[in-house]
């Protein structure tokens, strides 16, 4: 486990019952992971993913939460300098969107590395990132195998023909908004506000989030109660996202989920840190959404944000934010 501090759960918390898929047995093709993770990918939406002995993927995850914890331990005035006022690159500060909590705005800060400007080298990348080309270089094309990999075997097991398999629409070459997002939830004193991560789906189609801390919860397709995301070492935890589950035909389930602190002062007591890899579709990809639309990716992507920012009063008027997934007598709950 990492050096920086982690917490513990908050006594009688309910812990989600989530099935764990092996990677190198996605690898090898074994036909029973594969009906695994189809089966995952339809009741759930998350699972763990064993990632042991994958290449460096573990090893690099120490050295990038050691990258976080001296990049967001800097200033607030040297992170804005990497402020680009956008959802796929640069810094954000907490406090932008709602928060976790009706009435609340988020608690977390983030810095964006998009996999378009790494694999170009882009000269707008993040200074942090520039010192660690190499680094994220091999994190995020590691992530991109990975969840790609998990995309084939999906288009497997449910016998995808060649121009139809979900992998033709995430082409590495065509425009995207895939992005690796590295995120921290800063420790709270009494007096600050806001709280967590706000309840949604992904816009995306695979998640790949490594966390060693509690915090992440996800809204349990059974009883439409919140549980807890138990951290596994060596493990990611995967979600499916609303590009996924549009292109499958609504056969895969985006769940919803949230980040609050697991502490009974209900505030963040420690940073938690967590790095999400988010895969998405080429932005010209084009299926149905869960209004029944035809729709770009972009433009999903882009009209799910613009609600993502809005109060929790108007947000919850509309089920885009967790992608037609709630029940309608849940929308305006917390």
């Known amino acids: 486990m990492s050096p920086i501090a982690t917490s513990t759960l908050v006594e009688e918390t309910p812990v989600a019952p989530l099935p764990t898929i092996d990677y190198a047995s996605l690898e090898a093709k074994d036909l029973e992971e594969t009906k695994a993770l189809l089966d995952a990918s339809k009741t759930h939406g998350f699972f763990y993913l064993n990632l042991k002995n994958v290449g460096t993927i573990l090893d690099d995850w120490q050295k990038v939460l050691q990258f976080m914890d001296a990049y967001f331990s800097q200033d607030i005035t040297t992170k804005m300098k990497d402020d680009r006022q956008s959802d796929t690159y640069g810094y954000e500060p907490s406090g932008t969107s709602a928060g976790g909590v009706r009435g609340q705005s988020d608690f977390y800060e983030t810095l964006k590395i998009a996999r378009s400007e790494m694999l170009e080298k882009s000269p707008f990348l993040p200074q942090g990132a520039k010192d660690n080309l190499e680094l994220f270089d091999r994190f995020i094309r590691a992530s991109d195998t990975i969840t790609k990999t998990i995309l084939a075997r999906l288009s497997d097991i449910l016998n995808l023909t060649l121009g139809c398999?979900?992998?033709?629409?995430?082409?590495?070459?065509?425009?995207?908004?895939?992005?690796?997002?590295?995120?921290?939830?800063?420790?709270?004193?009494?007096?600050?506000?806001?709280?967590?991560?706000?309840?949604?789906?992904?816009?995306?189609?695979?998640?790949?989030?490594?966390?060693?801390?509690?915090?992440?919860?996800?809204?349990?397709?059974?009883?439409?109660?919140?549980?807890?995301?138990?951290?596994?070492?060596?493990?990611?935890?995967?979600?499916?996202?609303?590009?996924?589950?549009?292109?499958?035909?609504?056969?895969?389930?985006?769940?919803?989920?949230?980040?609050?602190?697991?502490?009974?002062?209900?505030?963040?007591?420690?940073?938690?840190?967590?790095?999400?890899?988010?895969?998405?579709?080429?932005?010209?990809?084009?299926?149905?959404?869960?209004?029944?639309?035809?729709?770009?990716?972009?433009?999903?992507?882009?009209?799910?944000?613009?609600?993502?920012?809005?109060?929790?009063?108007?947000?919850?008027?509309?089920?885009?934010?967790?992608?037609?997934?709630?029940?309608?007598?849940?929308?305006?709950?917390?």
Not at 263 to 268: A, F, I, L, N, Y
Request: proline share 3%; hydrophobic share 30%.
């Open 165 to 334: 398999r979900f992998e033709d629409v995430h082409r590495v070459g065509e425009s995207s908004r895939t992005t690796l997002v590295l995120f921290r939830y800063p420790q709270q004193e009494a007096s600050d506000s806001g709280v967590g991560h706000n309840k949604h789906t992904d816009i995306g189609t695979l998640t790949l989030l490594f966390s060693e801390q509690w915090g992440l919860q996800v809204l349990s397709p059974e009883t439409q109660k919140w549980n807890f995301i138990q951290p596994k070492a060596d493990h990611a935890v995967i979600n499916v996202g609303d590009s996924l589950r549009f292109l499958s035909g609504h056969q895969l389930n985006s769940c919803v989920h949230r980040v609050l602190p697991n502490t009974k002062s209900g505030r963040q007591e420690e940073h938690r840190y967590s790095i999400a890899y988010f895969l998405r579709p080429e932005d010209a990809a084009v299926y149905t959404d869960s209004k029944g639309r035809s729709i770009r990716a972009r433009d999903w992507h882009d009209e799910k944000y613009n609600v993502f920012r809005q109060a929790h009063d108007e947000s919850f008027k509309d089920s885009i934010l967790t992608g037609g997934m709630e029940r309608d007598d849940l929308l305006v709950e917390t």
